[in-house]
């Protein structure tokens, strides 16, 4: 409905210009018809028959267009028989004119021929025969009149030849006038078709999971879809909390630019808007456009990729460690049977007895990490669900308690109520498991008090659903910040290491993050952010 509309609002505008233009030429000719026969000299050429006919026909011939003139000067719209009624108008005026000046032999006829073409070509080609043949009728009729009243020898042939030249003059502009429009509907329908084309190709540009910006080489923004902002807002809301729009690349994707400039083969190096966000890959691509060169820029969440590189690495590293692990596992168990059977004895002192606790000891710790070694190099694919956390996370805390013996106190704050994540369920609780392992412990250890925060909420400034696991220990020291989530690194002589290493790849097998986060109040704080809703693929 709105197409037609706007064509036709575009087409009574430009009817109104022309029809404009063609009242200005009226007022035009009706003043110098009157101005020349004011003169003295006018009058031997103008008005000779009939000099009162002459002078009141063309003053209310200017009447009414200087009447006319004011009347479009308004924004009222322009009707199909205002356009009539005015050609007619002109044919009868003219026709006057021409009588009153001594017939067709006088040349005043000749006007009538432009009118006749302005009425075809502001009718569209409808009533351009009908305009002629009243002209042609009006000259016949007036050469008749004269013939019967002054007994003058009509000069039909004349009058015939000019009726010719109106009705030629009325079929070639009506084919002309129709043509233009055939053109101007063509048009219409071909920048309608690309304005289509344009949108679309905007929206399947927005809906696309590749960050997509186009920029000039200074880096000022020229367009970006909804994922290029996604991937940029946090670093953006950093720099400037107020801003809506971004509008310049951000310092470390002008880096990179700056870079792709100097060496276009090479790949530039991943970069993070900030330490929570994933590490994002960009790629360059020169185009021209309106003269100048502007820059195509791909951005990739480039999680997935080191997802990949890791299980690659993993893989050829599990099977190198289970059968390592898969071979100390029977000579250790055969260290730790003897120990007991030692430990039976009754001729043991207590100094022996002693060295027998310390080889079961290890041999438990050793057979502990050779469990999550196995486990890890055979775990299963993740099989991310929708998970209502507020009351899975309470499920959760009474299962823990009841397999640890109410190892503690858990409290659970979500904000929404109905707070919903993706991950796998099974590995999910693996995760917590060993946070809450470690976080009972600390907290225990500072203040006598076994306890444990999970707060979750939805990020502000990039709408990710996150949780953190906060305990009331002494905290990381920044020494051990840098190693918290390597392999077999640990700050306590029973640990085998692998807990945060193996809840982080599990994190990562489900599309979210396991991070430390910086807490004031003390104690330690680890965020899960789990993938965003739009982001998850079936």
């Not at 330490?275 to 691509?285: K, R």
């Not at 289970?322 to 596992?329: D, F, M, T």
């Not at 710790?365 to 070694?373: A, L, P, Q």
């Amino acid at each position: 409905m709105s197409k037609p509309h706007n064509q036709n609002s575009q087409r009574q505008q430009q009817d109104r210009r022309l029809f404009r233009i063609f009242n200005y030429y009226r007022v035009l000719l009706s003043l110098t018809l009157l101005f020349t026969y004011s003169n003295e000299v006018g009058k031997v050429f103008i008005g000779l028959e009939y000099p009162l006919l002459f002078i009141a026909t063309t003053l209310v011939y200017t009447a009414i267009n200087i009447a006319l003139a004011l009347v479009l000067l308004s924004d009222q719209p322009l009707q199909p028989q205002q356009i009539a009624l005015n050609i007619l108008i002109d044919i009868l005026a003219l026709s006057l004119l021409t009588y009153a000046n001594g017939g067709v032999g006088s040349g005043f006829g000749i006007l009538i021929i432009l009118s006749i073409a302005a009425g075809s070509i502001l009718m569209r080609g409808r009533h351009a025969v009908l305009f002629a043949a009243i002209s042609s009728i009006a000259m016949l009729a007036l050469e008749s009149y004269r013939a019967s009243t002054d007994a003058l020898t009509p000069n039909y042939f004349q009058a015939g030849v000019l009726g010719m030249v109106f009705f030629a003059t009325a079929l070639f502009v009506k084919r002309i006038s129709l043509r233009i429009d055939a053109s101007e509907d063509l048009a219409t329908q071909r920048a309608s078709d690309i304005a289509h084309l344009e949108k679309l190709n905007r929206l399947i540009i927005q809906r696309m999971r590749t960050g997509i910006i186009v920029c000039n080489q200074d880096g000022d923004v020229h367009m970006m879809n909804e994922a290029a902002i996604f991937l940029l807002s946090q670093q953006h809301q950093e720099d400037d909390p107020t801003a809506t729009e971004i509008n310049q690349l951000t310092a470390p994707l002008m880096q990179r630019l700056i870079e792709w400039r100097q060496n276009p083969q090479r790949r530039t190096s991943p970069f993070q808007t900030s330490p929570e966000t994933p590490p994002i890959q960009a790629n360059f691509t020169a185009f021209m456009q309106d003269g100048s060169t502007d820059v195509l820029i791909f951005l990739e969440d480039n999680t997935k990729a080191i997802q990949q590189a890791q299980q690659l690495k993993l893989a050829s590293l599990g099977q190198l460690t289970a059968s390592i692990a898969h071979e100390i596992r029977n000579p250790l168990g055969a260290i730790s049977h003897a120990a007991q059977l030692l430990d039976e004895s009754e001729n043991l002192d207590e100094a022996d007895r002693r060295l027998t606790h310390i080889v079961q000891a290890h041999s438990r710790r050793m057979n502990s990490t050779i469990e999550n070694i196995l486990e890890l190099s055979r775990r299963r694919p993740s099989s991310p669900e929708p998970i209502l956390l507020a009351p899975w996370l309470k499920a959760f805390a009474a299962s823990f308690n009841e397999d640890q013996r109410n190892a503690g106190e858990f409290i659970i704050q979500v904000s929404p109520a109905d707070m919903e994540v993706h991950f796998d369920p099974s590995q999910l609780e693996q995760v917590l498991t060993n946070l809450s392992r470690n976080g009972l412990l600390y907290s225990q250890t500072k203040t006598g008090r076994a306890v444990l925060y999970f707060n979750a909420g939805i990020r502000a400034d990039n709408e990710l659903p996150y949780l953190d696991i906060i305990d009331e220990g002494p905290g990381i020291t920044p020494e051990a910040l840098p190693h918290l989530f390597e392999p077999f690194y640990t700050t306590e002589r029973s640990g085998t290491g692998l807990g945060l290493y193996i809840s982080r790849e599990l994190c990562q097998a489900n599309n979210a993050r396991l991070d430390h986060i910086a807490n004031q109040t003390g104690g330690c704080c680890f965020r899960i952010i789990f993938p965003h809703p739009k982001q998850i693929t079936a």
